[in-house]
């Protein structure tokens, strides 16, 4: 018998439904482990960390935390945010700055359509879909350069300054990344999103970049298209996306646009991943902390739990990874479904499911 691999994983639920969330990937990924015949277990350490915790301390995390967390396998993250805190200190302040440091520079979030769940694009009725965004997640527009300044000058007159950062290798190292992924893929094909019609700079450099990076992948094929077009192609040719790369915002907004399309953000999965596993990687579902429904049972499990399977397969578990979305899938399709996809369900029902599924 192989000797037993322990994972040391840090759960940050966070704010909101985050609490519920990460709750439900946690008790999935035990059955997991407690059925595996001793081939692999999961040690958990919670952190408080959050909203509630900069009330009481005026910070979002330990001022060590980044020490803490870098000695752990992999990090489960809830959501961030609550009305009682600006949300640019929140995000700032815990997740990106666990992002940033961390250099979790590839975020992946697959947009999955689930049997039993009606999705608003009459398309999805008859025609498979299934594509992957890949972001840029260390630079870009979200890099935190620029100020506000002039403010002295009387009310009108600030002026407030947000620097998008794009380099050559940033560009080239997500770039690799996505082309990579596709060939793992039945279409092996990248769709490169831009603005350089408009962002003559660093978009320009993001074209460039593709161009060249793509001559090494001759057996994938690729498109170039501007984020606006891109838009459009998500809700009017969905069936011709399998791999879409772009920048930190643009993937942002377009990552969620996707999981839109498939039913409700509370669907998608997510990882911020340090592909040269130099610091641990993070998994999360992509739906915010949801003020509104938090601590009501209404949350969706299944972004955590697809989250969940992310981090498996980032472990080489991709047996289990399989078992994981297949069980989320008989969820799915037996019209157990939660509030937000038209369902009546609660977050502990989708969950007992998705364990007597497995």
Request: net charge negative; charged share 20%; aromatic share 8%.
């Amino acid at each position: 018998m192989s000797e037993q691999r322990n994972f040391s994983i840090a759960a940050i639920p966070a704010d909101g439904v985050g609490t519920e969330v990460v709750a439900a990937g946690r008790a999935v990924l035990d059955a997991l482990a407690a059925g595996s015949g001793g081939r692999f277990a999961f040690e958990w350490t919670e952190f408080p960390w959050g909203c509630g915790y900069y009330e009481k301390t005026g910070r979002m995390m330990d001022e060590d935390g980044l020490e803490t967390l870098q000695d752990f396998d992999a990090l489960y993250f809830g959501a961030v945010g609550w009305p009682s805190v600006p949300d640019h200190i929140s995000l700032w302040g815990l997740r990106l700055r666990i992002c940033q440091n961390f250099d979790q520079w590839a975020n992946v979030r697959p947009v999955h359509f689930h049997p039993g769940i009606t999705s608003p694009l009459r398309k999805a009725d008859d025609t498979p879909l299934d594509w992957v965004v890949v972001r840029e997640n260390s630079e870009g527009e979200y890099a935190g350069l620029g100020g506000r300044n002039l403010a002295g000058r009387g009310p009108g007159n600030e002026v407030a300054l947000q620097t998008a950062l794009f380099t050559e290798k940033g560009c080239e190292r997500i770039m690799r990344f996505a082309f990579d992924l596709a060939r793992q893929r039945d279409r092996k094909k990248v769709s490169s999103v831009t603005k350089s019609n408009a962002q003559q700079y660093g978009m320009v450099l993001w074209d460039e970049v593709f161009q060249r990076v793509a001559a090494d992948y001759p057996d994938v094929e690729t498109e170039s298209v501007l984020v606006d077009a891109m838009s459009a192609k998500f809700v009017l040719h969905p069936e011709d996306l399998s791999v879409v790369v772009a920048s930190n915002l643009n993937a942002d907004i377009l990552s969620d646009l996707g999981s839109a399309l498939a039913g409700s953000l509370g669907l998608a999965a997510s990882a911020n991943l340090n592909p040269d596993r130099r610091f641990p990687s993070m998994f999360e579902p992509v739906h915010g902390s949801a003020p509104d429904i938090a601590g009501q049972g209404l949350a969706n499990p299944i972004g955590a739990i697809g989250s969940a399977a992310l981090m498996l397969e980032h472990f080489g578990l991709n047996d289990e990874a399989t078992r994981v979305r297949k069980a989320i899938e008989s969820t799915t399709a037996a019209g157990l479904l939660t509030p937000d996809v038209g369902g009546t369900a609660r977050t502990d029902q989708i969950v007992e499911a998705v364990l007597a599924n497995l």
